[in-house]
């Protein structure tokens, strides 16, 4: 149904950054919520950001806030992560995840998910 497609990841030194986009495909005007996720080797899938449909209401993972930002294009059926003063321990597979109601920061309340793209920030 949802089709989602992240890019944008890659190998960036601390301190750098990197924009990661995130392109779904089909309808998504039925999704609510918005959010990226990402998993390092040996951990569980982490919330890190958030941005509501309706509201445009944002929410940050507090490892992330102040140095990420989420953003959406509705027309365009994107939504955008920018990740600024990146450290080594940001260094994880990153998701895109769409949810058709509401959502906090629990993996299991979206519906839909990217492939995930990988990010690795070298010291």
């Known amino acids: 149904q949802l089709r989602l497609a992240e890019s944008g990841g890659g190998l960036v030194q601390a301190g750098g950054s990197l924009r990661l986009s995130c392109e779904a495909s089909?309808?998504?005007?039925?999704?609510?919520?918005m959010g990226w996720f990402r998993q390092a080797p040996g951990k569980e899938r982490e919330f890190v950001a958030r941005v509501a449909r309706t509201t445009g209401a944002t929410y940050y993972a507090d490892a992330v806030q102040g140095r990420f930002t989420i953003s959406r294009d509705n027309a365009k059926n994107t939504v955008q992560l920018d990740m600024t003063s990146l450290k080594p321990e940001d260094t994880a597979v990153y998701y895109c995840a769409a949810a058709s109601f509401f959502a906090g920061g629990y993996p299991n309340q979206y519906n839909y998910w990217g492939q995930g793209t990988q990010v690795t920030v070298s010291s």
């Open positions: 089909g309808r998504t005007f039925s999704t609510y919520t």
